[in-house]
Nanobody, 120 residues
Framework: QVQVVESGGNLVQPGGSLRLSCAASGRTFDIYGMSWYRQAPGKERELVASITRLSGSTNYADSVKGRFTISRDNAKNTVYLQMNSLKPEDTAVYYC?????????????WGQGTLVTVSS
C-alpha cells in the first residue's frame, strides 16, 4: 500500500505564492506518477497538475499554466506544487494522488487534502 500526506495549505493574498508538499510512504517504489487535484466549494474535483516518477514529464490544467509548477524529489518521495500569482478562484482543497502498481493492477492513493484560501 501507498499513503500520501499533503501539507502547506494556508490563507494567502491575491498575487501571492504558496508551496504545497505531498509526502508518500509505504510501497513508494511502485509509484509511477503523482498528481495534484483541487475541489472548490460546489464544484467537482479537477486535475491541476501531474508528474511522472521516472521521466518527470508534467501536465497542467490550462487555468494554472504559467503560474503553477509541479516538481518531484524521488529521494524524499515528495512532490511539490509551487503556486505563484494566486487568484481568488484558486481557492480550494488541494488533494495529492499517487498512482502505483498493485498486485491486482493499477491503484490510487489519495491524501486528506489541504486548504488553500486566496483572499484579501
Amino acid at each position: 500500500q501507498v499513503q500520501v500526506v499533503e501539507s502547506g495549505g494556508n490563507l494567502v493574498q491575491p498575487g501571492g505564492s504558496l508551496r504545497l508538499s505531498c509526502a508518500a510512504s509505504g510501497r513508494t517504489f511502485d509509484i509511477y506518477g503523482m498528481s495534484w487535484y483541487r475541489q472548490a466549494p460546489g464544484k467537482e474535483r479537477e486535475l491541476v497538475a501531474s508528474i511522472t516518477r521516472l521521466s518527470g514529464s508534467t501536465n497542467y490544467a490550462d487555468s494554472v499554466k504559467g503560474r503553477f509548477t509541479i516538481s518531484r524529489d524521488n529521494a524524499k518521495n515528495t512532490v511539490y506544487l509551487q503556486m505563484n500569482s494566486l487568484k481568488p478562484e484558486d481557492t480550494a482543497v488541494y488533494y495529492c494522488k499517487a498512482d502505483y502498481r498493485g498486485i491486482v493492477g493499477k491503484l490510487e492513493a489519495w491524501g486528506q487534502g489541504t486548504l488553500v484560501t486566496v483572499s484579501s
